[in-house]
C-alpha cells in the first residue's frame, strides 16, 4: 500500500484494475485546493502512472456535490504576503495541471457540481471530461483580481476558442452544464445516475485497444497542442517503428483472421 492508497487523505488512489482513479477528497471545503494538495496531486498522478495494470486515470470527487470549487480562497491571503509563497504556489499549480495533461496515459474527469477556478483547470487538463446534468463551471479570477495563469488559458482557448475563453474569463461568469457542453468545454453530458456507466464505458474501450497505440497518438497531440505542425525526427521514427511493433503484428494477424485482437504491450 503506497502513502496515496490512504483514503483520510486530501487527494487518495485507486487502483486494482485497468482503470485507476486519482480521488479529490476534502468534501467539508468542496475540495477547495490547497497548495499541498497542488503538490500532491502530481505525485498520485505519478503512482497510477506507474502501475502497469492501470491503463487509464480517472480523476473524482469524493463526494458529488463538488468536483472542485478552485483554490483555497483563504489561503490566498497567505500567499499574498509572501513572495516565496507566490511562486512555490504558482508552480505547484502549473506542474499538478500538466501532470494530468502529460501524464502517460489518459486522463478523463468525471464532474459533478461545481467545477470552478483551478477545479475548471483541473478538468481543462485532463484528455476528456464526462459531466451529469447540475454541474456547473466557471473560471473567477476576474473576481479577485487576480489573473489566469498562460498554461491555464491556453488549455481553455485549445477547447473552446479565443472569443469564448475570453467571454468566461472577462466575466468570470458560471456555466451551466448545457453551455459547457455546447461550448467544447466538456465531452459528454448525462444523467447522474449515468454518470459511473459512462466513465467507465469510455474508460475500458480505451483500455481495450492497443496501449501502445493510445501512449503514441498522446504523445503527438500533445506536441500539436504545444505547436509542433510537422513531423520532426523523432515522430516520423514512433510511425516508423510501429509498424515492427508486438501490437501492430498481433492487430493486424487479427484482423486478417478475423478475431478480436489481444493486445499485450506494456511498458
Known amino acids: 500500500m503506497t502513502d496515496f492508497e490512504d483514503t483520510s487523505r486530501a487527494i487518495y488512489i485507486e487502483a486494482g484494475g485497468p482503470v485507476g482513479s486519482v480521488v479529490l477528497n476534502r468534501p467539508a471545503k468542496r475540495n477547495a485546493m490547497s497548495e499541498a494538495m497542488w503538490r500532491d496531486l502530481p505525485q498520485a498522478v505519478q503512482a497510477l502512472d506507474n502501475d502497469g495494470a492501470v491503463r487509464v486515470i480517472v480523476v473524482r470527487s469524493s463526494s458529488d456535490a463538488a468536483f472542485c470549487a478552485g483554490a483555497d480562497i483563504a489561503e490566498l491571503e497567505a500567499i499574498a504576503r509572501d513572495k516565496k509563497r507566490q511562486e512555490s504556489n504558482r508552480v505547484a499549480i502549473r506542474e499538478a495541471q500538466r501532470s494530468l495533461a502529460r501524464a502517460k496515459k489518459p486522463t478523463i474527469a468525471r464532474i459533478t457540481g461545481?467545477?470552478?477556478?483551478?477545479?475548471?483547470?483541473?478538468?481543462?487538463?485532463?484528455?476528456?471530461?464526462?459531466?451529469?446534468?447540475?454541474?456547473?463551471?466557471?473560471?473567477?479570477?476576474?473576481?479577485?483580481?487576480?489573473?489566469?495563469?498562460?498554461?491555464?488559458?491556453?488549455?481553455?482557448?485549445?477547447?473552446?476558442?479565443?472569443?469564448?475563453?475570453?467571454?468566461?474569463?472577462?466575466?468570470?461568469?458560471?456555466?451551466?452544464?448545457?453551455?459547457?457542453?455546447?461550448?467544447?468545454?466538456?465531452?459528454?453530458?448525462?444523467?447522474?445516475?449515468?454518470?459511473?456507466?459512462?466513465?467507465?464505458?469510455?474508460?475500458?474501450?480505451?483500455?481495450a485497444v492497443s496501449q501502445y497505440s493510445v501512449?503514441?497518438?498522446?504523445?503527438?497531440?500533445?506536441?500539436?497542442?504545444?505547436?509542433?505542425?510537422?513531423?520532426?525526427?523523432?515522430?516520423?521514427?514512433?510511425?516508423?517503428?510501429?509498424?515492427?511493433?508486438?501490437?501492430?503484428?498481433?492487430?493486424?494477424r487479427a484482423f486478417l483472421e478475423k478475431r478480436p485482437a489481444d493486445f499485450r504491450w506494456n511498458d
Do not use: W
Open 114 to 207: 461545481a467545477c470552478m477556478g483551478g477545479g475548471c483547470g483541473i478538468a481543462l487538463h485532463c484528455d476528456m471530461r464526462i459531466a451529469a446534468h447540475g454541474a456547473r463551471f466557471g473560471i473567477t479570477p476576474a473576481k479577485l483580481g487576480l489573473v489566469y495563469p498562460l498554461n491555464d488559458t491556453k488549455q481553455l482557448m485549445d477547447l473552446v476558442g479565443p472569443s469564448k475563453a475570453k467571454s468566461m474569463l472577462f466575466t468570470g461568469r458560471v456555466l451551466d452544464v448545457e453551455e459547457a457542453l455546447a461550448i467544447g468545454l466538456i465531452d459528454e453530458l448525462c444523467a447522474p445516475e449515468e454518470l459511473d456507466i459512462k466513465v467507465s464505458a469510455l474508460s475500458h474501450q480505451i483500455a
Open 215 to 252: 501512449r503514441g497518438i498522446k504523445i503527438l497531440v500533445q506536441n500539436v497542442l504545444d505547436g509542433q505542425c510537422d513531423d520532426d525526427d523523432a515522430t516520423a521514427e514512433m510511425f516508423r517503428a510501429a509498424h515492427e511493433g508486438q501490437d501492430a503484428v498481433e492487430g493486424v
